[in-house]
């Protein structure tokens, strides 16, 4: 097992703005300028009721950059899924969809590389998945994983697209599972075992904290997983009557595949169990992605206090440039020191990685005077012994605690758990992020207008390169 402790952290220079960059604007010809060498601007756009306000929005683009979002309407298993489309980002169009005999209780939204549109939806009993060719107008397609599971996450393939990855913590065995179906998602015949090590059965057997499946872009027979584990000491210690035995996250766990989700091997990638204090990474689920070269990258919100009292507050990630084998140390992504949740990334061009997280002014995530915003940062040398990092500021979306125990939270849980950042066809980040004010739930979408892609280089003077929009 490999551990990692609080030395082994390594703080990197991060370059702070307001709402945009500093970056020195490319010049093309005509003395034009490429957005892309411009300052980092983004545009927030508030989902309002009727078609935004649900809780932990997934999203997700298609091939023509039309966008899609998907949320449970509520937090309770029998409520239902709101989905959203947008082909203009302009217009948008909203379904309700409900399962018999129950649903709602978390979503995501994933696009295969025919342009397919998948969408999980979870009933505690089972998941409802869902398959829509038509610019996500209708599902017709609708089969169900009949396991009892927790949190669900959705991988199509990159490249072929008849197989489709479906994980979910086994909330039974808490265990992590891997469905896979090679008919585009009709069936799902395969159910692999993730959390297999042996050695890591007594953190654990007691409970996983789920994060997504993900696919190598650079060779499809590799699949990853990442979840979160608390320790022995931390699960008895949380033997009470608000814990019930559920220690809080402290080690992330990365398992990969490199025979298509048939058999995996797992290894430790970023870990506080030995670090005295009550530090939590995770936040509530970690995540996961690759970049295009293959490289394999986790993150994670660290939360509480060291051995000394002092709050640890930070979005950390590590990376593998060995498909897993081998993990470096944790690297904070973030300048400041608020309270973090929700992290969420995605991977471009070799080195660069894109990250989103919600962030506190207040050092305490129960505070109720702090107030919520959405983070951005992109790093070009994320797979790197030192990375640097451009964060940008966006909108304030709730003031208030935001409670991360899932189903034992009291209250401060309207937001849901998490939140997601996805990729258009220029590179351009796309953020959805759930948000409360004193009498409406709705949701963010924060897109990117101008500044660095993720997977390409401002133009050199001899061509002119304007960014394309949604394509009809």
Avoid at 6 to 16: D, F, G, K, P
Avoid at 51 to 75: N, Q, R, T, W
Wanted: hydrophobic content about 40%.
């Amino acid at each position: 097992m490999r551990r990692f402790t609080l030395s082994r952290r390594v703080a990197v220079a991060t370059v702070v703005v307001a709402g945009a960059a500093a970056l020195v604007p490319a010049a093309v010809a005509g003395g034009a300028k490429d957005i892309r060498g411009k300052s980092f601007s983004f545009t927030a756009t508030n989902l309002l009721p009727p078609v935004g306000g649900f809780s932990e929005p997934s999203i997700a683009l298609s091939p023509k950059d039309h966008v899609y979002f998907c949320g449970p309407s509520g937090l309770a298993v029998d409520g239902h899924v709101d989905f959203v489309r947008t082909p203009d980002w302009a217009t948008f169009y909203r379904q309700d969809i409900t399962d018999v005999p129950v649903g709602g209780g978390d979503c995501d939204i994933k696009v295969g590389p025919d342009a397919a549109v998948y969408e999980a939806d979870l009933g505690a009993y089972g998941s409802a998945i869902r398959k829509s060719v038509d610019d996500g107008a209708t599902f017709a397609q609708l089969t169900y994983d009949p396991v009892e599971q927790d949190r669900q996450w959705l991988a199509p393939d990159p490249v072929d697209g008849s197989i489709v990855y479906f994980a979910y913590h086994d909330f039974a065995a808490e265990q992590e599972i891997l469905a896979k179906s090679l008919d585009g998602g009709k069936t799902f015949p395969i159910h692999t075992l993730a959390s297999n090590d042996p050695l890591l059965v007594p953190d654990t057997g007691a409970n996983t904290y789920s994060g997504p499946v993900r696919v190598d872009p650079t060779d499809h027979d590799n699949v990853a997983i990442v979840y979160g584990i608390s320790s022995v000491g931390a699960n008895t210690a949380a033997c009470n009557a608000d814990m019930l035995c559920f220690g809080l996250p402290k080690t992330l766990v990365v398992a990969v595949s490199h025979d298509g989700g048939l058999t995996f091997t797992d290894t430790v990638a970023m870990d506080v169990s030995d670090e005295p204090g009550d530090e939590i990474l995770g936040n509530l689920f970690p995540w996961m992605t690759w970049d295009r070269a293959g490289n394999l990258y986790v993150m994670a919100g660290l939360g509480g206090t060291d051995g000394a009292g002092n709050r640890t507050n930070g979005i950390y990630y590590a990376f593998s440039s060995d498909k897993g084998a081998m993990w470096s140390p944790m690297r904070k992504v973030n300048a400041g020191g608020g309270a973090v949740v929700f992290p969420t990334m995605v991977g471009g061009s070799a080195g660069v990685v894109d990250f989103a997280w919600l962030e506190s002014t207040a050092g305490d995530q129960n505070d109720a005077t702090g107030t919520w915003t959405v983070h951005f940062a992109q790093t070009r040398n994320a797979a790197t012994n030192a990375p640097t990092f451009t964060e940008v500021t966006g909108p304030a979306v709730r003031t208030g605690p935001i409670c991360t125990l899932g189903i034992l939270c009291s209250g401060g849980r309207e937001l849901g758990d998490f939140m997601e950042i996805a990729l258009d066809s220029f590179g351009y980040a796309h953020i959805a992020a759930p948000a409360l004010d004193a009498v409406t739930s709705y949701d963010v979408w924060w897109r990117q207008d101008q500044g660095p892609s993720a997977t390409s280089e401002p133009c050199t003077p001899a061509c002119v390169k304007v960014r394309p929009g949604p394509q009809p």
